[in-house]
C-alpha cells in the first residue's frame, strides 16, 4: 500500500466516522461539514446559477436536504462532498424548472436583464459552451476550473481514477472548445458591431 492508498482510506475512514455522527445529529459533525463545504457549494452554485441570492439559497438548502436524507444515505467510499454535490445538482436542476414555470415578475425581470448585462461577454460565452456539452464534460470542467479543485479531489467526487479523470477533462475540454469555436464571438471583440 502506498502513500496515496494510505492517504484515501484514512479520508474515507474519517467521512465514515462523520457519516454515522451525522447520523446521530451530531451538531459539531454538521457544523465542520456547513464551515467545510459551503463556500463550494456557493461557488457551485454561483456558476449553475445567474443570482447571488439564489445561489446562497440553494447552499443553504443542500444541508436540509442532506439533514432530512442523512437516515437514507449509504456510505460507499466517496467523499460527503460528492453526496452534497449530487443533493446541489438536483435542487438546480429543481429551481431551473421552477423558473421556467413562473416568468419573473416586471420589475425583478427588469433588474435580472441589467444584472445579465453587466456580466462579461467572455462569461456569457463560456457559460453558453458548458450549457452545450454532455452532463459529465460540464460537471468536471466547474468542480476543476471553476471551484479550482485539484484532479485528485474531483475523481473522489466523480468516483473516478485521476487518470480517468484527467482523460475526461481533456475530452471535456475539446469539447468545449469545439463548441466556443461555433458560437459567434463577433460581439465579444472590443470595438467589433455585432
Do not use: C
Not at 111 to 116: I, L, M, P, V
Amino acid at each position: 500500500m502506498d502513500f496515496n492508498d494510505r492517504q484515501r482510506l484514512d479520508a474515507a475512514s474519517q467521512d465514515y466516522a462523520e457519516v454515522e455522527r451525522a447520523r446521530r445529529r451530531d451538531p459539531e459533525v454538521w457544523a465542520a461539514w456547513h464551515d467545510r463545504y459551503y463556500p463550494l457549494l456557493y461557488r457551485y452554485a454561483q456558476v449553475r446559477l445567474s443570482r447571488m441570492e439564489e445561489a446562497e439559497d440553494l447552499a443553504s438548502q443542500v444541508f436540509l436536504e442532506a439533514l432530512k436524507g442523512i437516515d437514507r444515505f449509504k456510505y460507499q467510499g466517496r467523499p460527503v462532498l460528492a453526496w452534497l454535490y449530487g443533493i446541489a445538482g438536483k435542487l438546480v436542476l429543481k429551481q431551473r424548472r421552477q423558473i421556467s414555470r413562473d416568468p419573473l415578475p416586471l420589475d425583478e425581470g427588469v433588474r435580472s436583464q441589467k444584472a445579465a448585462q453587466d456580466q462579461s461577454e467572455a462569461r456569457i460565452v463560456v457559460w453558453s459552451a458548458l450549457e452545450k456539452l454532455k452532463d459529465e464534460h460540464r460537471e468536471v470542467l466547474i468542480l476543476r476550473f471553476l471551484l479550482d479543485l485539484p484532479t485528485a479531489e474531483v475523481a473522489r467526487l466523480i468516483g473516478k481514477t485521476e487518470a480517468a479523470t484527467y482523460s475526461l477533462q481533456v475530452r471535456a475540454l475539446e469539447a468545449a472548445k469545439r463548441t466556443i469555436g461555433a458560437i459567434d464571438l463577433r460581439p465579444v471583440v472590443k470595438g467589433e458591431a455585432a
